[in-house]
């Protein structure tokens, strides 16, 4: 079992950049697909961003492509969401998942996009874009 605990969040001007970080621990990161997602206030948690374990493959949901980057540091066992061009539509709690793809890695594209398919979930962490 892996425990996920997300930092980096706060309040930032629009068009600003924040760098969100998701810490694993009791378990290497390595085995893991991990994604990002966030939940605004009345609204459904949603896809960010995610990236398989090997690294390999990143997907965004289309709002925030071009502006956010996912990354994994298996060695600091620690995921990154790089936030750049902030809108106050970004304003969210921002939450890791973590799925466990360490005997198949063979899952579709899609699969990563849902938040049913993850097995782990930090606490999340607030970001505020103000305009």
């Known amino acids: 079992q892996v425990q996920l605990v997300e930092s980096g969040g706060g309040l930032v001007q629009a068009g600003g950049s924040l760098r969100l970080s998701c810490a694993a621990s009791?378990?290497?990161?390595?085995?893991?697909?991990l994604g990002w997602f966030r939940q605004a206030p009345g609204k459904e948690r949603e896809f960010v961003a995610a990236?398989?374990?090997?690294?390999?493959?990143?997907y965004y949901v289309d709002s925030v492509k071009g502006r956010f980057t996912i990354s994994r540091d298996n060695a600091k066992n620690t995921v990154y969401l790089q936030m750049n061009s902030l809108k106050p539509e970004d304003t969210a709690y921002y939450y890791c998942?973590?799925?466990?793809?360490?005997?198949?890695?063979?899952?579709?594209?899609?699969?990563?996009?849902?938040?049913?398919?993850?097995?782990?979930w930090g606490q999340g962490t607030q970001v505020t874009v103000s305009s």
């Open positions: 998942a973590a799925k466990d793809t360490y005997y198949s890695d063979s899952y579709s594209d899609s699969y990563y996009r849902r938040r049913e398919n993850y097995d782990y």
């Open positions: 009791g378990r290497t990161l390595s085995r893991y697909g």
């Open positions: 990236i398989r374990r090997s690294g390999g493959r990143t």
